[in-house]
Protein backbone atom coordinates (compact mmCIF):
# COMPACT_ATOMS: atom_id res chain seq x y z
CA UNK A 1 0.00 0.00 0.00
CA UNK A 2 1.04 3.84 -0.56
CA UNK A 3 1.54 5.63 2.77
CA UNK A 4 0.44 8.96 3.13
CA UNK A 5 2.35 10.85 5.61
CA UNK A 6 0.32 14.78 6.63
CA UNK A 7 2.00 17.40 8.37
CA UNK A 8 1.38 18.75 10.80
CA UNK A 9 -1.24 16.60 12.79
CA UNK A 10 -3.04 19.62 14.11
CA UNK A 11 -2.67 23.21 13.67
CA UNK A 12 -3.88 26.18 14.98
CA UNK A 13 -3.83 29.73 13.37
CA UNK A 14 -5.33 33.34 13.67
CA UNK A 15 -8.18 34.22 11.23
CA UNK A 16 -6.59 35.94 8.31
CA UNK A 17 -3.60 33.60 8.52
CA UNK A 18 -1.83 31.59 5.38
CA UNK A 19 -2.37 28.10 6.46
CA UNK A 20 -0.58 25.00 4.90
CA UNK A 21 -0.72 21.61 5.36
CA UNK A 22 1.96 18.98 3.42
CA UNK A 23 1.10 15.48 2.13
CA UNK A 24 3.64 13.10 1.76
CA UNK A 25 3.44 9.59 -0.60
CA UNK A 26 5.62 6.61 -0.20
CA UNK A 27 6.37 6.62 -3.58
CA UNK A 28 5.48 8.51 -7.20
CA UNK A 29 2.36 9.27 -7.25
CA UNK A 30 2.03 11.55 -10.45
CA UNK A 31 -0.31 13.53 -9.67
CA UNK A 32 -2.96 11.61 -8.37
CA UNK A 33 -4.20 13.14 -5.18
CA UNK A 34 -7.08 14.81 -3.88
CA UNK A 35 -7.53 16.87 -0.51
CA UNK A 36 -10.81 16.56 1.18
CA UNK A 37 -12.28 18.43 4.39
CA UNK A 38 -14.30 17.14 7.04
CA UNK A 39 -16.09 19.02 9.85
CA UNK A 40 -17.08 17.23 12.99
CA UNK A 41 -20.03 14.98 12.19
CA UNK A 42 -20.05 15.62 8.55
CA UNK A 43 -18.84 13.70 5.65
CA UNK A 44 -15.92 14.45 4.33
CA UNK A 45 -15.87 17.35 1.39
CA UNK A 46 -14.01 17.24 -1.98
CA UNK A 47 -12.04 20.45 -2.24
CA UNK A 48 -9.13 19.86 -4.41
CA UNK A 49 -8.56 17.17 -7.27
CA UNK A 50 -5.78 15.97 -8.66
CA UNK A 51 -3.20 17.72 -6.81
CA UNK A 52 -4.55 21.33 -7.77
CA UNK A 53 -7.47 21.30 -9.02
CA UNK A 54 -10.34 23.25 -7.44
CA UNK A 55 -13.29 21.70 -6.98
CA UNK A 56 -16.42 23.39 -8.45
CA UNK A 57 -18.43 25.53 -5.45
CA UNK A 58 -15.14 25.60 -3.35
CA UNK A 59 -13.60 29.12 -2.34
CA UNK A 60 -10.17 30.16 -4.21
CA UNK A 61 -8.66 30.63 -0.95
CA UNK A 62 -8.28 26.94 -0.68
CA UNK A 63 -5.21 25.76 -3.29
CA UNK A 64 -3.38 22.57 -3.72
CA UNK A 65 0.56 22.09 -5.44
CA UNK A 66 2.71 19.13 -6.03
CA UNK A 67 3.53 16.12 -7.87
CA UNK A 68 5.35 12.97 -7.25
CA UNK A 69 5.77 12.58 -3.63
CA UNK A 70 5.29 15.34 -2.12
CA UNK A 71 2.02 17.89 -1.86
CA UNK A 72 0.91 21.30 -0.52
CA UNK A 73 -2.77 22.02 0.69
CA UNK A 74 -2.99 26.17 1.32
CA UNK A 75 -5.59 28.09 2.66
CA UNK A 76 -4.48 31.81 1.81
CA UNK A 77 -6.49 33.26 4.50
CA UNK A 78 -8.05 31.24 7.08
CA UNK A 79 -11.63 31.73 8.09
CA UNK A 80 -13.30 30.60 10.98
CA UNK A 81 -15.59 27.95 9.14
CA UNK A 82 -12.57 26.71 7.50
CA UNK A 83 -12.02 24.61 11.11
CA UNK A 84 -11.96 21.42 10.08
CA UNK A 85 -10.09 18.21 9.50
CA UNK A 86 -8.11 18.13 6.43
CA UNK A 87 -7.48 14.41 4.19
CA UNK A 88 -4.97 13.94 1.41
CA UNK A 89 -5.65 11.06 -0.55
CA UNK A 90 -4.08 8.99 -3.17
CA UNK A 91 -5.41 7.21 -6.37
CA UNK A 92 -2.84 5.90 -8.38
CA UNK A 93 -2.45 2.65 -7.15
CA UNK A 94 -5.38 0.32 -4.86
CA UNK A 95 -5.96 0.64 -2.25
CA UNK A 96 -6.58 4.08 -2.37
CA UNK A 97 -5.12 5.54 0.79
CA UNK A 98 -6.36 8.57 3.44
CA UNK A 99 -3.09 10.98 5.05
CA UNK A 100 -4.14 10.81 8.54
CA UNK A 101 -5.45 13.94 8.75
CA UNK A 102 -4.62 17.85 9.89
CA UNK A 103 -6.57 19.22 12.37
CA UNK A 104 -7.14 23.34 11.70
CA UNK A 105 -8.36 25.21 14.50
CA UNK A 106 -8.28 29.00 15.56
CA UNK A 107 -5.60 30.70 17.92
CA UNK B 1 -28.34 16.77 -8.03
CA UNK B 2 -27.46 13.13 -6.79
CA UNK B 3 -27.27 12.10 -3.04
CA UNK B 4 -26.27 9.00 -1.78
CA UNK B 5 -27.95 7.61 1.96
CA UNK B 6 -26.62 4.73 4.12
CA UNK B 7 -28.87 2.57 5.72
CA UNK B 8 -28.21 -0.52 7.81
CA UNK B 9 -28.61 -2.06 11.49
CA UNK B 10 -26.05 0.39 13.61
CA UNK B 11 -25.39 -2.30 16.03
CA UNK B 12 -24.00 -5.95 14.86
CA UNK B 13 -22.91 -8.68 17.18
CA UNK B 14 -19.21 -9.73 17.24
CA UNK B 15 -18.86 -12.70 14.25
CA UNK B 16 -21.97 -12.16 12.65
CA UNK B 17 -22.16 -10.11 9.20
CA UNK B 18 -22.29 -6.24 8.76
CA UNK B 19 -25.04 -5.45 6.24
CA UNK B 20 -25.65 -2.15 4.80
CA UNK B 21 -26.93 0.01 1.80
CA UNK B 22 -26.53 2.91 0.05
CA UNK B 23 -29.29 4.12 -1.98
CA UNK B 24 -28.99 6.64 -4.29
CA UNK B 25 -31.14 9.14 -5.44
CA UNK B 26 -31.63 12.51 -8.02
CA UNK B 27 -30.00 9.95 -10.91
CA UNK B 28 -29.46 6.45 -12.07
CA UNK B 29 -26.53 4.15 -10.37
CA UNK B 30 -25.94 2.65 -13.98
CA UNK B 31 -25.60 5.31 -16.15
CA UNK B 32 -22.31 7.37 -16.64
CA UNK B 33 -19.13 5.74 -15.22
CA UNK B 34 -18.56 5.76 -12.04
CA UNK B 35 -17.17 3.76 -9.31
CA UNK B 36 -18.88 3.86 -6.15
CA UNK B 37 -17.03 2.78 -2.94
CA UNK B 38 -17.49 2.16 0.82
CA UNK B 39 -15.03 3.78 2.98
CA UNK B 40 -15.34 4.30 6.81
CA UNK B 41 -13.61 6.32 9.65
CA UNK B 42 -13.42 4.70 13.31
CA UNK B 43 -13.92 7.18 16.21
CA UNK B 44 -11.28 9.87 16.43
CA UNK B 45 -9.54 8.06 13.23
CA UNK B 46 -8.75 8.33 9.60
CA UNK B 47 -10.31 7.12 6.42
CA UNK B 48 -10.15 3.68 5.51
CA UNK B 49 -11.31 2.51 1.48
CA UNK B 50 -13.04 -0.70 1.94
CA UNK B 51 -13.92 -1.10 -1.64
CA UNK B 52 -16.24 -0.77 -4.93
CA UNK B 53 -17.90 -1.17 -7.50
CA UNK B 54 -17.91 0.13 -10.78
CA UNK B 55 -21.06 0.58 -12.90
CA UNK B 56 -20.43 -2.60 -14.79
CA UNK B 57 -20.56 -4.89 -11.77
CA UNK B 58 -16.84 -5.52 -11.55
CA UNK B 59 -15.49 -4.75 -7.82
CA UNK B 60 -12.12 -4.38 -6.14
CA UNK B 61 -11.38 -4.36 -2.34
CA UNK B 62 -8.94 -3.44 -0.02
CA UNK B 63 -6.57 -6.61 0.46
CA UNK B 64 -6.80 -6.11 4.20
CA UNK B 65 -10.34 -6.56 4.64
CA UNK B 66 -11.26 -8.54 1.10
CA UNK B 67 -11.28 -11.99 2.21
CA UNK B 68 -14.34 -10.53 4.26
CA UNK B 69 -15.96 -7.90 1.88
CA UNK B 70 -18.63 -7.98 -0.57
CA UNK B 71 -19.79 -5.20 -2.54
CA UNK B 72 -23.02 -6.08 -4.99
CA UNK B 73 -24.96 -3.53 -6.82
CA UNK B 74 -28.51 -3.75 -7.27
CA UNK B 75 -29.88 -1.78 -10.29
CA UNK B 76 -33.81 -2.14 -9.84
CA UNK B 77 -33.40 -0.27 -6.65
CA UNK B 78 -30.37 2.24 -7.40
CA UNK B 79 -28.73 0.92 -4.25
CA UNK B 80 -24.98 -0.54 -3.77
CA UNK B 81 -24.43 -2.66 -0.71
CA UNK B 82 -21.24 -4.10 2.04
CA UNK B 83 -21.57 -6.94 3.55
CA UNK B 84 -18.63 -7.58 5.92
CA UNK B 85 -18.32 -11.12 7.61
CA UNK B 86 -16.95 -11.78 11.01
CA UNK B 87 -17.09 -8.55 12.29
CA UNK B 88 -14.63 -7.73 15.59
CA UNK B 89 -14.85 -4.60 17.64
CA UNK B 90 -12.23 -3.38 15.49
CA UNK B 91 -15.14 -2.83 12.65
CA UNK B 92 -17.03 -0.35 14.75
CA UNK B 93 -16.75 2.98 12.93
CA UNK B 94 -18.80 5.85 10.60
CA UNK B 95 -19.28 3.59 7.33
CA UNK B 96 -19.53 6.21 4.44
CA UNK B 97 -20.87 5.31 0.87
CA UNK B 98 -19.55 7.81 -1.89
CA UNK B 99 -19.38 8.13 -5.63
CA UNK B 100 -16.05 8.76 -7.80
CA UNK B 101 -16.32 9.40 -11.49
CA UNK B 102 -14.32 6.76 -13.87
CA UNK B 103 -12.69 8.57 -16.68
CA UNK B 104 -11.00 7.06 -19.63
CA UNK B 105 -8.02 9.30 -19.00
CA UNK B 106 -7.64 7.82 -15.29
CA UNK B 107 -7.29 11.14 -14.06
CA UNK B 108 -10.20 13.29 -11.92
CA UNK B 109 -10.80 10.36 -9.73
CA UNK B 110 -11.93 11.54 -6.65
CA UNK B 111 -14.62 11.27 -4.20
CA UNK B 112 -17.24 13.78 -5.35
CA UNK B 113 -20.34 12.98 -3.80
CA UNK B 114 -20.64 11.18 -0.13
CA UNK B 115 -23.98 9.74 2.35
CA UNK B 116 -24.40 11.08 5.18
CA UNK B 117 -22.68 8.22 6.68
CA UNK B 118 -23.92 5.37 9.04
CA UNK B 119 -22.80 4.64 12.72
CA UNK B 120 -22.10 0.76 13.16
CA UNK B 121 -21.42 -0.65 16.68
CA UNK B 122 -19.77 -4.30 16.86
CA UNK B 123 -20.69 -5.39 20.34
CA UNK B 124 -22.77 -7.66 22.00
Known amino acids: DIQMTQSPSSLSASVGDRVTITCQASQDISNYLNWYQQKPGKAPKLLIY???NLETGVPSRFSGSGSGTDFTFTISSLQPEDIATYYCQQYDNLPQTFGGGTKVEIK | QVQLQESGPGLVKPSQTLSLTCTVS??????????WSWIRQPAGKGLEWIGR???????NYNPSLKSRVTISVDTSKNQFSLKLSSVTAADTAVYYC????????????????WGQGTMVTVSS
Open chain 1, 50 to 52: DAS
Open chain 2, 53 to 59: IYTSGST
Open chain 2, 98 to 113: ARCPSNPAGDRQAFDI
Open chain 2, 26 to 35: GGSISSGSYY
